[in-house]
C-alpha cells in the first residue's frame, strides 16, 4: 500500500472518530500540512465520501452522517479485528452463527492478500462454555429490543420465563417491569441488568428468557448500579454475594494430597503447598455445605478445617450422605 493510500485510510479513520477535526489537528495528527490534509480530503470526496468543510477561527471537515457511503475502508489492524470478532461470533448465541461465517468470508475475499496472510495465521476455533452447553439461542429480535430500550431509556415491558432447577423445565411466565441498564455476556449467556420495579431492587436476567411487550414503558432517570461497575456487580451476584466480587463463604482445610495434585482441579482456590504430600487450600463458595462439598472432590483426607461454620457444614453433609446410604 502506498504511503498516500495508507494516510487516506488513517484520515478516514479519523474523521468516523469524532464529530468535528479542526484542519490543523488533523494535520499534526497525520504530520502533514494543511494545504496536503485539503488534498487528501478532496481524494476522498471522490471516492464518495460525504465530507463537509466547517466554519470557524481555525475551519475543519466533517464526515456528513447519514450519508450513503461506499464499502468501508480498514487499515490493517481494523480488517485483522473485524475478522477475528466475526470468526468469534460464531458461537456467540444470538442466531447470527451463519451470517457471521458468510460476513467473515465476504470480509476475507475483499482483503488484500497480505491481510488474508494474517488473518489466515490467525484462524482459531471458537468454543461456547463447556458449562454451558445447553445455552439456548438469544433471538435478534428481543436483543435488538432491549438494546433499543436501553438506550431509550425506556421501561421495558416484557414477560420472564421461570424455569425449575431442578427440573430445568419452564414453568410460568411472569410480566416484569424494569429499568434496563446494562447488557452482558457471560459464558454465551447474555443478561439484563435492571432496576426490577415490582421488587423494588436490581436483577439479573438471562435474556433468552425475555419475551418483550409492547410498547415500552414510560421513560426513567437511571439509577447509581451499587458500585458503580456492572462487571464487578454481575459476578459479585454470580457468586452469592450482595456487595462485592468474592464468595460470601470462604475457608481452608489441609488436603493429604500434593499441591501438584490438587492445583490442576482447583479453579481460583490458593494452595499451599505444606511439604511431605500435604498441602493447605483456601477456597470459597455461595453457602458452606457447598464449600464443604467442593472439597470432597480431591478424594483425600482433611484436617485442620477452618472456620467453624465449614467444620458444623461437614457434620450437615454427614447426615445427608448417611440418609442417602440407608436409603432413608
Known sequence: MTATSSRLLVLLSLLQ??????????????????????????RL??????????????GGYRLAAGSDLPPLLFDDDQAVAVAVALQAATVSGVGIEEAAVRALTTVRQVMPSRLRHRLDALQFTAMP???NAAVEPVSTEVLVAVSAALRARETLRFDYRAVDAASAAATSDAARRV?????VVSGERWYLVGWDLGRDDWRIFRVDRISPRIPNGRRFSPRELPGGDVRAFVSARFTGSETADEWPCRGS?????SAAEVLPFAGDAVVDDLGDGRCRIHV???SWVALAASLGRFDAVLEDVQPRELLEAFGVLAGRYAAAQSGR
Open 17 to 42: 472518530a469524532r464529530r468535528d477535526w479542526p484542519g490543523q489537528l488533523l494535520a499534526e495528527r497525520l504530520d502533514i500540512s494543511r494545504r496536503t490534509v485539503r488534498r487528501d480530503v478532496d
Open 45 to 58: 470526496r471522490e471516492m464518495g465520501y460525504s465530507i463537509r468543510a466547517t466554519k470557524g477561527p481555525d
Open 129 to 131: 462454555n463447556a458449562l
Open 179 to 183: 429499568e434496563p441498564h446494562h447488557l
Open 253 to 257: 482445610a489441609v488436603l493429604q494430597t
Open 284 to 286: 470459597g463458595s455461595w
